[in-house]
Nanobody, 120 residues
């Protein structure tokens, strides 16, 4: 019923920046919490950040001060601005509807993901 499409990933050098987007459709975006999750090869999923319907945000400790989650409800779009990127940020980045806990337990609800590679 719903669809999430991530975009904006790419190859960037350490210290660089990327802005990820997640286009949502098929559900009432404005009333849902939204979450970013990432997964590196051979690792389990890692929660990155969430934003609730009021715009209140939470971040995983490794990305605090470097990443900013935001949403534009009239565009049904979620964003993740990533600054000061590090090699350990390399992963496939997914967006999901719902809270941190819901997103981590429901990988079937994620989008297709967008690859972020941070390397010299």
């Amino acid at each position: 019923q719903g669809q999430l499409v991530e975009s904006g990933g790419g190859l960037v050098q350490p210290g660089g920046s990327l802005r990820l987007s997640c286009a949502a459709s098929g559900f009432t975006f404005s009333t849902n919490s939204m979450t970013w999750v990432r997964q590196a090869p051979g690792k389990g999923p890692e929660w990155v950040s969430s934003i609730n319907y009021r715009g209140e945000t939470t971040y995983a400790e490794p990305v605090k001060g470097r990443f900013t989650i935001s949403r534009v409800n009239d565009k049904n779009t979620l964003y993740l601005q990533m600054n000061s990127l590090k090699p350990e940020d390399t992963a496939l980045y997914y967006c999901s509807r719902g809270s941190k806990d819901y997103a981590l337990r429901s990988p079937g609800d994620w989008g297709q993901g967008t690859q972020v590679t941070v390397s010299s």
